[in-house]
């Protein structure tokens, strides 16, 4: 089971660039790395998945090292409406044992 | 709009009472969750269905009783539940229950339990 951590929450201001980190020690070779952004009052949103290096769309990229007991989520050029909370999911191509961090609560300030 | 919807939103209900969620996704997915997020820990995934079979159940009290009717539709009876129950229950499904395929979730049913 990968357990996952992440920071509780983060500050930043709009323009600049995010970086929040997920720690998963105990990562399987099948397991794949998805983060999720959640608002108040709705369910969480997909924003990217990657199995190992970098993946890039169009709103955030995917920092997975070569050992892949962490990844970072790039968040460029912030705005107030990423104030949400963000979580990594670890699991395997079977679906088996899906884990969530705990969030990391993101702040953007003016 | 994620296209997948859940009912109700908000729901109070005794130690005592009997009453389910619903859940509907019109993606043509065909693996289906039901996950708790309480305010004390993360988001805890309760049950998974893939192709209406119930493939996982993570411990979960059996005062929860999900069911899958088909690929579209996802229930979760509840009855005689603890004040600690109280949460967001939130669905969500993919195209296949794997986990490189992207969740698609509801909104959520606020669930208090007094």
């Known amino acids: 089971l990968a357990k996952t951590t992440q920071p509780i929450s983060m500050d930043s201001y709009e323009g600049q660039e995010v970086n929040i980190t997920c720690s998963h020690n105990?990562?399987?070779?099948?397991?794949?790395i998805t983060w999720y952004q959640q608002f108040p009052s709705q369910g969480p949103r997909f924003i990217i998945q990657g199995y190992k290096t970098k993946v890039t769309n169009e709103v955030a990229s995917l920092f997975i090292p070569a050992d892949r007991k962490s990844s970072t989520l790039s968040l460029p050029r912030v705005s107030l409406s990423d104030t949400a909370v963000y979580y990594c999911?670890?699991?395997?191509?079977?679906?088996?044992?899906?884990?969530f961090g705990g969030g990391t609560r993101l702040m953007v300030k003016p | 709009e994620t296209g997948v919807t859940q009912t109700p939103r908000h729901l109070v209900m005794g130690m005592t009472n009997k009453k389910s969620l619903k859940c509907e996704q019109h993606l043509g997915h065909n693996a289906m969750y039901w996950y708790k997020q309480s305010a004390k820990k993360p988001l805890e995934l309760m049950f998974v269905?893939?192709?209406?079979?119930?493939?996982e159940n993570n411990s979960v009290p059996s005062r929860f009783s999900p069911e899958c009717p088909n690929s579209s539709h996802l229930f979760l009876h509840l009855h005689t539940l603890q004040p600690e129950d109280s949460a967001l229950y939130l669905c969500?499904?993919?195209?296949?229950?794997?986990?490189?395929?992207?969740?698609?979730f509801g909104p959520g049913t606020r669930l208090t339990v007094t």
């Open positions: 269905y893939n192709f209406k079979e119930q493939t």
């Open positions: 999911l670890v699991g395997d191509r079977a679906g088996n044992m899906l884990t």
């Open positions: 105990n990562i399987a070779t099948n397991d794949y």
């Open positions: 969500a499904s993919s195209q296949d229950r794997a986990g490189d395929y992207e969740q698609y």
